[in-house]
């Protein structure tokens, strides 16, 4: 059986999309992400080349592109007080990772409205003990307090889920293996999701 490295992983969970497009939703006010804020995310993630991203750069490379963007947020914190800008990408419209969760606000890193009620769940989700499919992570992020950081999610690849799939999962992915179980067959989606600080120059996967 061959393993997926990043199933197990908080960073890149494997689900399913539907084969109907997903409409970008509208950011109207909100200023999207600048393109080059994009970029230098980029380069952190091809700097900070430790052993967990050079097994996704080997299966994957090249991803760290705008093709595989799925949607960059940036969120900003004052007090209690949030403000949030967006950039959606092509990968937007080709994965539906709300279909599990179609209340959520955010889903596997993939968020449904630019807003500033979900820059408040992925802010909570993010420094959670719980498993979650929130913003899945292996980073421990119990400590974070950054009041300035972006959340990028990029698609990795599309595959069918099949059991053998199903049965590489161990206890970072009970998140998600329950709901898998019941859509073998599926066409599923592998994403990648990380935490950047663009002021310290650091990602969290």
């Given at each position: 059986m061959i393993l997926i490295s990043v199933v197990v992983i908080g960073i890149t969970i494997?689900?399913?999309?539907?084969?109907?497009?997903?409409?970008?939703?509208?950011?109207?006010?909100?200023?999207?992400?600048?393109?080059?804020?994009?970029?230098?995310?980029?380069?952190?993630?091809?700097?900070?080349?430790?052993?967990?991203?050079?097994?996704?750069?080997?299966?994957?490379?090249?991803?760290?592109?705008?093709?595989?963007?799925?949607?960059?947020?940036?969120?900003v914190k004052e007090g209690s007080d949030y403000e949030i800008s967006c950039q959606f990408g092509s990968a937007y419209e080709t994965v539906n990772l709300h279909r599990f969760f179609p209340e959520g606000l955010v889903t596997l890193g993939q968020i449904k409205n630019c807003d500033v009620e979900t820059a408040k769940a992925i802010d909570q989700a993010i420094t959670s003990n719980d498993i979650q499919c929130l913003v899945p992570l292996d980073s421990d992020m119990s400590g974070f307090r950054k009041n300035d950081y972006y959340l990028i999610t990029l698609l990795l690849e599309q595959r069918e889920i099949t059991q053998e799939l199903i049965d590489t999962y161990d206890k970072e992915g009970e998140c998600a293996k329950p709901l898998l179980e019941n859509f073998i067959g599926e066409i599923t989606s592998t994403v990648f999701t990380a935490i950047v600080d663009l002021d310290e120059n650091y990602i969290y996967f």
């Open positions: 494997i689900f399913f999309s539907q084969y109907s497009r997903q409409t970008i939703p509208s950011t109207e006010e909100f200023p999207p992400v600048a393109k080059f804020e994009l970029g230098k995310i980029f380069d952190i993630s091809v700097q900070q080349r430790g052993k967990y991203m050079r097994d996704i750069m080997e299966r994957y490379d090249p991803f760290l592109n705008e093709k595989s963007l799925i949607n960059l947020v940036h969120i």
